[in-house]
């Protein structure tokens, strides 16, 4: 089954709370954390997802666009976050495996995420430990990018992977998903799907959920 995490990036941050609720029937909440420095911009942080765990049940999906992030997994964690995905780029090889390995010493789900520019085999040295691989479909750091296709057969290279390596872990994307890219991304393998402005720059989030699933 797919499942649809709705980005808050896109929401009001002026009434975060009204916001939540506004996607209620989806299936996860997808939270960007941007440290401007591995992206230029800035964007949330820890007490956002302190404030998001008290007013929604829904699945903490965080994605850390931070370098070095084994520096906040605890505090991460004990925000309430469910999972927490971090990039290949943002460190070196020894503090991406000491990140997920403090996700398991709090026991909280582990992803990884690829850049554009990195090739699907990056996911290799990782991929038997983790619960989801995430492709950015665009360039992380801003919100209302075009979807790059691009990207779709290293979606499809990694499904291979995860088929044969890992057949529980999830293959999320993120970037310029709508009702149209959303079938490219799930024929290429994809089963969670993030979408920003598809969703909360729609007058009704709720059908466009629905739209997203193909419904």
Known sequence: MIKIAPSILSANFADLGREVQRVSSADW??????????????????????????????????????????????????????????????????????????MDRRGIKKGIVLRPITAAEAVLPYI?????????????????????????????AIRKYIEEYNPSCHLEVDGGVDPVTARQVVEAGADVLVAGSAVYGAADAEAAIRALRGE
């Open 128 to 156: 038997k430990d983790v619960d989801l691989i995430l492709v950015m479909t665009v360039e992380p750091g801003f919100g209302g990018q075009k979807f790059m296709a691009d990207q779709l057969p290293k979606i499809a």
């Open 29 to 102: 909440l997808h939270v960007d954390v941007m440290d401007g420095m591995f992206v230029s911009n800035i964007s949330i942080g820890v007490p956002v997802v302190k404030s998001l765990r008290k007013v929604t049940d829904l699945f903490l999906d965080v994605h850390l666009m931070i370098e070095k992030p084994v520096r906040y997994i605890d505090a991460f964690a004990d925000a309430g976050a469910d999972l927490l995905s971090v990039h290949l780029e943002a460190d070196m090889p020894p503090g991406i495996r000491a990140a997920l390995d403090a």
